[in-house]
């Protein structure tokens, strides 16, 4: 299957600082990929589908200005956690959507990176 | 409440079957999903089945699908010690966004 490479995967940092995680398809090109954030036992949520040379759609209920998406590339999307608080700790993983067939797409995940703001 | 349901424990003897099972509301999801999810990990694609199928095999895993009932399992044959993690049923949407379940957590017992 295709890979989906997340960077850092793990990430500690002093709050107000800002964080920065990168997603990218090792071997496909992603025009759309997708942040979620995952709570503790439970399933993901969807924060915002990051869109190659456009802005990004975030879910409603989420910040646009505290988690700032660029997808300025086919292979790279990044989320910039800004001004991070205790409980923006969480554990965010992204996927990348790759075509497998006309208008069929599958989504691949990366490993997560767990941000822990102190 | 959830799109997509599933039970949220399974226990399973070593050598044994497992069976996961799941509901979805969407009649127009074209494709179905089984993410595994290991402690601190992303989620790592097992299988997935397009809405006109009824069943897929890939060696150890088996999926059914029954479009009429909106009822789609996922059976581990031989159940090893590797195989306990979170599994994740997913459907896809009209926008190509998934919506997932709670996640099964799976635990393999000696």
């Known amino acids: 299957g295709a890979v989906v490479s997340q960077h850092p995967s793990w990430v500690i940092c002093k709050s107000g600082t800002s964080v920065k995680i990168e997603c990218r398809s090792l071997?496909?090109?992603?025009?759309?990929m997708f942040w979620y954030r995952q709570f503790p036992k439970q399933s993901l949520m969807l924060m915002a589908t990051?869109?190659?040379?456009?802005?990004?759609?975030?879910e409603q209920g989420v910040e646009k200005d505290k988690f700032l998406i660029n997808h300025a590339s086919l292979t790279l999307s990044t989320l910039t956690v800004t001004s991070a608080h205790p409980e923006d700790s969480s554990f965010y993983i992204c996927?990348?959507?790759?075509?497998?067939?006309?208008?069929?797409?599958?989504?691949?995940f990366g490993a997560g990176t767990r941000l822990s703001v102190l | 409440g959830e799109d997509v349901e599933q039970s949220l424990f399974l226990s399973v003897r070593e050598g044994d079957s497992s069976v996961i099972n799941c509901t979805y509301t969407?009649?127009?999801?074209?494709?179905l999903y089984w993410y595994k999810q290991e402690p601190g990990a992303g989620l790592q694609l097992l299988t997935y089945?397009?809405?006109?199928?009824d069943m897929k095999q890939d060696q150890r895993l088996t999926v059914l699908l029954n479009k009429k009932d909106k009822h789609l399992s996922l059976r581990i044959a031989d159940t090893q010690t590797g195989d306990s993690a979170i599994y994740f049923c997913?459907?896809?949407?009209?926008?190509?966004?998934?919506?997932f379940g709670a996640g099964t957590t799976v635990t393999v017992r000696a």
């Open positions: 996927s990348a959507r790759d075509m497998v067939r006309d208008d069929q797409y599958i989504q691949y």
């Open positions: 969407d009649s127009s999801s074209t494709y």
């Open positions: 990051s869109n190659e040379g456009s802005k990004a759609t975030y």
């Open positions: 997913a459907e896809s949407r009209n926008d190509y966004k998934l919506s």
């Open positions: 089945i397009f809405s006109n199928m």
């Open positions: 071997d496909f090109q992603a025009t759309t």
